[in-house]
């Protein structure tokens, strides 16, 4: 007999003490308790959870692939076990063939109507009133059992941090020409993390967002590099973006991006003294269009100016692939946070790196 626990889309910054994740908690370990196999699948996070908490709960499983048989090889089953950190033994995939267009989201409606076909039962969590999936609950098959008993009232909590820097002046940093790497938020696991560690912290610190622009921080320190990223990057290229602006003058860039629920960088970053960042290979970025470049200049050192926004604003410079900065002399190096609680919380986790502080209030 197959379970399903369904949850409409959530906050983009969760916390594990927000009802739809306690009640999907509870839920469950109903099923569990009750011997039932849960239909699971990956994204978007709610997903995601209960998969893991059905792999916490080491009961059986079937895992939702939107895809054809064979397009998943060993980065696919063989990988999320690990993923998730459920034992393979005990779960089984379903592939739900692919799409004819409409991406991601297109698969993401075909597995839902997959998962609510082979339901015995379904147990609503938070779901989104006259939503899609709404409507497919409702016109599930006769014999389809349903248990509204962990049900709560839907409404994504957007949690993101608001910054108010009007009237405050800002601490210069030490003499010398810096590059600020500038960091955020992740929306969900780190890119190189598995699920599984995302919400082992997302349950152990239920009353905060555990991959805020500090934890970021953070960790860039502990593990001492900082991942480049292909994304807007000329073929498909990794390189870790920074600036040369001062403090001063990057704040004013600072900008809640509606569109994608996130800023274009947070009051987090790690400083590089500029010659310390240019014998690790970093290099100013040159702004005209790619296309009347010379030949001989590497693409990833050259940026459109913006035909829209202005992107010589923000003075960029990249180095290739990630950047190791354990390899920097930390004389070279700065952390930069925007008040003396993060400061605090930096220097309590052991991190052997000078800190500086925006403001002093």
């Known amino acids: 007999m197959n379970a399903l626990i369904l949850n409409s889309a959530q906050g983009k910054y969760p916390r594990a003490s927000e009802p739809w994740a306690e009640n999907a908690s509870r839920a469950v370990k109903y099923i569990a308790d009750?011997?039932?196999?849960?239909?699971?699948?990956?994204?978007?996070?709610?997903?995601?959870?209960?998969?893991w908490l059905t792999a916490i709960e080491r009961m059986p499983l079937t895992f939702i692939v939107p895809g054809e048989k064979g397009?998943?090889?060993?980065?696919?089953?063989?990988?999320?076990?690990?993923?998730?950190?459920?034992?393979?033994?005990?779960?089984?995939?379903?592939?739900?063939?692919?799409?004819?267009g409409g991406g991601y989201k297109q698969a993401w409606r075909e597995r839902d109507l997959f998962a609510i076909k082979?339901?015995?039962?379904?147990?609503?969590?938070?779901?989104?009133?006259?939503?899609?999936?709404?409507?497919?609950?409702?016109?599930?098959?006769?014999h389809v059992k349903l248990c509204n008993d962990f049900k709560c009232e839907w409404g994504p909590v957007k949690h993101a941090e608001s910054y108010d820097f009007e009237?405050?002046?800002?601490?210069?940093?030490?003499?010398?020409?810096?590059?600020?790497?500038?960091?955020?938020?992740s929306q969900g696991p780190w890119p190189d993390e598995r699920k599984q560690d995302f919400f082992k912290d997302f349950a152990a610190?239920?009353?905060?967002?555990?991959?805020?622009?500090?934890?970021?921080?953070?960790?860039?320190?502990?593990?001492?590099?900082?991942?480049?990223?292909?994304?807007?990057?000329?073929?498909?290229?990794?390189?870790?973006?920074?600036?040369?602006?001062?403090?001063?003058?990057a704040l004013p860039l600072m900008r809640w991006r509606k569109r994608y629920s996130r800023y274009t960088f947070e009051a987090f970053g790690l400083g590089i003294r500029r010659e310390a960042f240019m014998r690790a290979g970093g290099r100013e970025v040159t702004y005209r269009d790619r296309k009347s470049s010379p030949d001989g200049l590497d693409p990833l050192f050259i940026q459109s100016p913006g035909e829209i926004g202005d992107w010589t604003k923000e003075r960029e410079w990249r180095i290739k692939g990630d950047l190791a900065i354990d390899t920097i002399d930390r004389d070279d190096i700065i952390l930069?946070?925007?008040?003396?609680?993060?400061?605090?919380?930096?220097?309590?986790?052991?991190?052997?790196?000078?800190?500086?502080?925006?403001?002093?209030?």
């Open 118 to 142: 082979h339901a015995d039962l379904i147990l609503p969590i938070s779901i989104r009133s006259g939503g899609r999936l709404e409507r497919l609950i409702n016109g599930r098959a006769p």
């Open 167 to 185: 009237e405050k002046i800002v601490n210069p940093l030490p003499h010398g020409d810096w590059i600020i790497h500038w960091t955020r938020a």
């Open 336 to 361: 930069i946070v925007p008040d003396m609680s993060a400061q605090e919380s930096l220097i309590a986790s052991g991190m052997d790196v000078c800190v500086h502080r925006m403001f002093d209030a």
């Open 205 to 249: 610190r239920p009353n905060e967002y555990v991959r805020s622009a500090l934890d970021t921080l953070k960790r860039i320190v502990a593990s001492k590099q900082i991942l480049g990223s292909a994304t807007h990057m000329p073929g498909g290229m990794k390189a870790v973006s920074c600036s040369s602006l001062s403090i001063e003058d």
């Open 34 to 51: 009750a011997g039932y196999t849960a239909l699971v699948s990956g994204d978007p996070l709610p997903w995601d959870f209960t998969s």
């Open 71 to 100: 397009e998943i090889s060993g980065a696919g089953f063989d990988s999320l076990p690990d993923e998730y950190g459920f034992e393979r033994e005990r779960a089984s995939l379903s592939f739900i063939g692919g799409s004819s």
